[in-house]
């Protein structure tokens, strides 16, 4: 059974950086796609970034294009939310997600959340000066 946690959240001050990251336990992280999700206060959840199980493939959301980066690490079972550029519209809490897609797929998506099966319990990012 696959379980996810991340960290890394806190605050920041708009226009800086901080990276959260989603750690794996039980099964490789490179047999699924990872998702990226946040949440605000008072609105729906919405999809951020992915990662194929290759790690070929990333999409981003386009309000976050060009400022987060996504990325595996696949020794440490982990999968890195890099942002920069923080808004005080990034506040939120942020998930990560796995579906099982098997080792070296290519697709993922961000638009569609039911299909990730596993969630993290969430960690929170506050942008604000």
């Known amino acids: 059974q696959l379980q996810l946690v991340e960290s890394g959240g806190g605050s920041v001050q708009p226009g800086g950086s901080l990276s959260v990251s989603c750690v794996g336990s039980?099964?490789?992280?490179?047999?699924?796609?990872i998702g990226w999700f946040r949440q605000a206060p008072g609105k729906e959840r919405e999809g951020v970034s992915c990662?194929?199980?290759?790690?070929?493939?990333?999409k981003y959301a386009d309000s976050v294009e060009g400022r987060f980066t996504i990325s595996r690490d696949n020794a440490k079972n982990t999968v890195i939310l890099q942002m920069t550029g923080l808004e005080s519209e990034d506040t939120a809490v942020y998930y990560c997600?796995?579906?099982?897609?098997?080792?070296?797929?290519?697709?993922?998506?961000?638009?569609?959340?039911?299909?990730?099966?596993?969630w993290g319990q969430g960690t929170q990012v506050t942008v604000s000066s």
């Open positions: 997600a796995a579906t099982w897609t098997g080792y070296g797929n290519d697709d993922c998506g961000v638009v569609t959340q039911d299909h990730y099966e596993y």
């Open positions: 039980g099964v490789a992280l490179s047999q699924y796609a």
């Open positions: 990662s194929s199980s290759s790690g070929r493939t990333t």
